[in-house]
């Protein structure tokens, strides 16, 4: 995948722009950084803190020719790929917890949004081309200090390592890691990546408590399935498998 890559001082949000680009017909490889965002957006329709300088804000336009049923499995390309580049940029260990989130030290230290918004224009004009999808991540470079509701829950490169590092390396490591993840999953398919996500979860065996669209769901996670699904073995001894949801651990 060959990258496009556009910078922006200060934009509302990388993902909106990356979608209306897409939606305008830009192509795979696409790339839209920010030094800052006045509206980031993450998961279940939060808020991003993207104050300057402290954070990288990314999104890449993907358009994989695999079906809409199969496009959940670049969440785990793109999880795995940021992992290994927080881990080579920070010399410690970053570990996933399901679906997408990286932890460094049991905190998180990036997110990461994935779009698939194939508005009606998009599929009129360009049809010779795959839909969209839109992955975008934040990781937390250089920032010294979260806001209170957070503090507890996230931390930075900086706060792990006591180092700054510049945000043009991130960037670069960063793109390299999901270029070459895609790449692998594009043509070995996604056993492969699969396997190298789960060398880095530290979801399965813990305890927890799951939110997901249907309600709260607790136990203990026994593993991650073929399917991306998350196993749940309840106290009951029953196990559930959950497809989407947003994990708190049990302490
Ligand atoms: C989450 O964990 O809730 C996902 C956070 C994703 C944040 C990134 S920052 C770059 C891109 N642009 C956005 O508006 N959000 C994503």
């Keep these: 995948m060959q990258l ?10 990388t993902n909106d722009l990356a979608i209306s680009m897409a939606n305008n017909g ?16 993450g998961r279940r329709g939060k808020s991003w803190t993207s104050p300057p300088g402290s954070g990288l804000y ?8 695999r079906p809409a049923s199969e496009l959940w499995q670049l969440a785990f390309v793109v999880s795995a790929a940021s992992a290994e580049a927080i881990s080579q940029i920070s010399d410690l260990q970053a570990s ?10 049991e905190k998180k230290i990036c997110g990461i949004l994935i779009e698939a918004r194939s508005g009606k224009h998009n599929q009129q004009m360009h049809k010779a081309v795959n839909p969209p999808v839109i992955a975008g991540i934040g ?5 010294e200090l979260f806001p209170q509701e957070i503090a507890s829950k996230a931390t930075s490169i900086y706060l792990e390592t ?6 043009e390396k991130v960037e670069h490591i960063l793109l390299d890691a999901v270029q070459s993840r895609y790449s692998e999953y594009l043509c070995e398919g996604f056993t492969s990546i699969l396997k190298l996500w789960k060398s880095m979860d530290c979801t399965s065996g813990r305890r927890l ?17 073929a399917g991306g699904d998350l196993i749940i073995e309840k106290a009951d001894g029953t196990t559930l498998s959950v497809t989407t949801g947003e994990v ?4």
């Design 58 to 65: 990314l999104s890449i336009v993907l358009r994989p020719d």
């Design 162 to 167: 006591g180092r700054k590092s510049e945000l």
């Design 4 to 13: 496009f890559i556009n910078h922006f001082q200060s934009i509302s949000s």
């Design 96 to 105: 996933i917890k399901w679906p997408n989130d990286i932890l460094l030290n």
């Design 26 to 41: 830009a192509p795979e490889g696409t790339v839209v950084v920010a030094r800052e965002q006045t509206a980031g957006r």
């Design 139 to 143: 990781i937390n470079v250089n920032t």
């Design 248 to 251: 708190f651990f049990n302490r």
């Design 209 to 225: 408590t799951v939110l997901t669209p249907e309600g709260h769901v607790e136990g203990r996670a026994i593993d991650v399935d």
